[in-house]
């Protein structure tokens, strides 16, 4: 029950933050850009200033899908930001430029966070259902130790994981605004905007490692309290 609590409520929280998010992106995509520019131009001439040539702009469908694609590199950007002329379209483009330059040099929790997909991956599938065997919830038995031993690890990877997905995160949106204020892309009403849009996205982020914390420290509570038992 106490589970249950705690998720539904960090939840609650996440969906307030993603829905002030989209309405963010909402409003600050009826905004025209002064310089005319596209998401796809804003992206390429980032890249361009950042001595960048290797990475290509390109589109993928979906809602607020953008992302940088370190394998590949390419940007690729959701339809109304690649096309889109507007003070979210430009924010959102450079922050995943953003990524493509600390790609570029290097940054030290962006390799790190790569290393680890691999393992999140395995530990995101199969590490839900060894917690529930070693809880013993749902027609799992009694609980095992054990296994909730094993569970609590596979889930502590996800919880480093998203951990060290805010300083880059936060970074890049940090190296995104440098760069628009520095070559004067956006006017100080606009570079405000586009803060306070990249502001809200990095919270959901935020929300997303607090929630990992919150679930993992509960976790390991129960362990604790069943080994002295």
């Known amino acids: 029950m106490g589970y249950l609590v705690l998720t539904g409520l960090l939840m609650l929280i996440g969906m307030i933050v993603s ?6 992106f909402h409003e600050y995509g009826q905004i025209a850009l002064s310089n005319g520019l596209s998401g796809r131009e804003v992206a390429e001439r980032m890249l361009e200033e950042n001595g960048i040539h290797d990475v290509r702009v390109t ?8 992302h940088y694609n370190p394998a590949n590199k390419t940007v690729n950007l959701s339809p109304d930001v690649y096309a889109g002329r507007s003070i979210s379209a430009a924010a959102v483009a450079a922050h995943e430029c953003g990524h493509a330059v600390q790609h570029a040099r290097a940054y030290a929790p962006l390799k ?40 609590i690890i596979m889930f502590a990877m996800s919880t480093i994981f998203s951990l060290i997905t805010l300083p880059v995160e936060y970074d890049a949106s940090a190296r995104a605004l440098r760069w628009m204020e520095n070559t004067r ?33 509960y976790f390991v509570m129960v362990f604790m309290n069943r080994r002295d038992d």
């Open 19 to 24: 829905s002030t998010l989209k309405n963010k």
């Open 59 to 66: 589109t993928s469908e979906g809602f607020l899908s953008d």
């Open 112 to 151: 790190m966070r790569s290393a680890l997909v691999p393992i999140v991956q395995v530990s995101t599938s199969l590490g839900q259902w060894v917690l529930f065997a070693g809880l013993g919830v749902w027609g799992f038995g009694g609980g095992n130790q054990t296994l909730l031993l094993i569970g």
């Open 185 to 217: 892309l956006t006017t100080g009403y606009e570079h405000d905007k586009a803060a306070d849009a990249l502001k809200w996205a990095a919270r959901t982020y935020l929300v997303a490692a607090i929630s990992s914390v919150a679930q993992l420290l």
